[in-house]
């Protein structure tokens, strides 16, 4: 029976049009399935389903989601966490798409040796409660493939669509193709665009899924965007709670040492 799929251009060209038909005929396709965003039953013969392509630098998975959770799109991670992480996102083994696929490309964004920390907070900005994550290097930044010349991991980010922020009580603008991946509730990763127009990228992704509140996880579900700040390393740091948190974005903002962008959440 045909099959009420989705297949992008991007998951297209990673599996090949032969592959692309089967599926859209209904071979090697389900027609029940535990969606891979929300995790809760779905069923390609009578509901738009998109195919969704997990891809590391040697193999790639193939899953399935309600049209409505996501959109059909190939998701670059790292090789040694592919199996881990479609583990955690279907609850189970999908076959594997015995293909090899070429390595990920990414923007530039930080330094080769820099590690990211992100923090999760809910953050009032125009009397709402939104879903928040602040990003940190733990090291200065300096522009890929040169030496010295200082931090400039803002500068880098602005280049990339990023706004300063002003105000906190106003809303960050939307940053295109730019998305936060969440899956059965725990954080996987900030996607940016691929080059080219590529297949989206992971920017920051996490060595383990990372579990995010209720609350968090209710209001990104609802506003179904996440705000991102990102300041240098040692600005804002390790807030054991959301009040402080939010004193410290202040004075971020304050000494013109924050920016920021609202992403679209991909996942529940």
């Known amino acids: 029976m045909q099959r009420m799929l989705d297949v992008s251009e991007d998951v297209r060209a990673e599996i090949g049009d032969e592959e692309a038909e089967r599926l859209l005929a209904g071979d090697n396709a389900p027609g029940s399935y535990d969606c891979t965003s929300c995790r809760t039953p779905g069923d390609a013969e009578q509901e738009r389903t998109s195919t969704v392509l997990f891809v590391g630098e040697e193999t790639a998975v193939l ?26 996102i279907t609850g189970e083994e999908p076959a594997a798409v015995q293909r090899p696929v070429a390595p990920p490309q990414r923007i530039p964004v930080t330094g080769d040796q820099a590690v990211l920390g992100v923090t999760s907070g809910l953050v009032l900005v125009d009397n709402e ?19 010295g010349g200082g931090d400039v991991f803002l500068p880098l980010l602005m280049e990339h ?23 059965m509730g725990q954080l996987h990763a900030i996607l940016q665009p691929g080059t080219g127009g590529g297949s989206p990228v992971a920017w920051w992704q996490a060595h383990q899924p990372l579990q995010v509140t209720d609350g968090w996880r209710a209001a990104a579900n609802k506003t179904r965007t996440v705000l991102v700040f990102a300041a240098p390393v ?17 004075k971020a903002t304050a000494d013109g040492r924050l920016v920021a962008a609202a992403m679209p959440l991909a996942g529940t």
């Open 161 to 183: 669509g990023f706004l300063p922020v002003t105000d906190m009580s106003q809303r960050p603008g939307p940053l295109p193709g730019w998305s936060v991946l969440l899956a």
């Open 129 to 147: 409660l939104h879903p928040a994550l602040v990003v940190e290097p733990t090291v200065p930044i300096g522009r890929p493939g040169t030496t």
């Open 63 to 88: 899953a399935f989601a309600h049209a409505t959770c996501i959109p059909s799109q190939v998701v670059r991670v790292a090789e040694e966490h592919l199996q881990g992480a479609v583990r955690s």
């Open 234 to 250: 040692g600005v804002i740091g390790t807030q054991p709670r959301e009040d402080l948190l939010r004193d410290a974005l202040e």
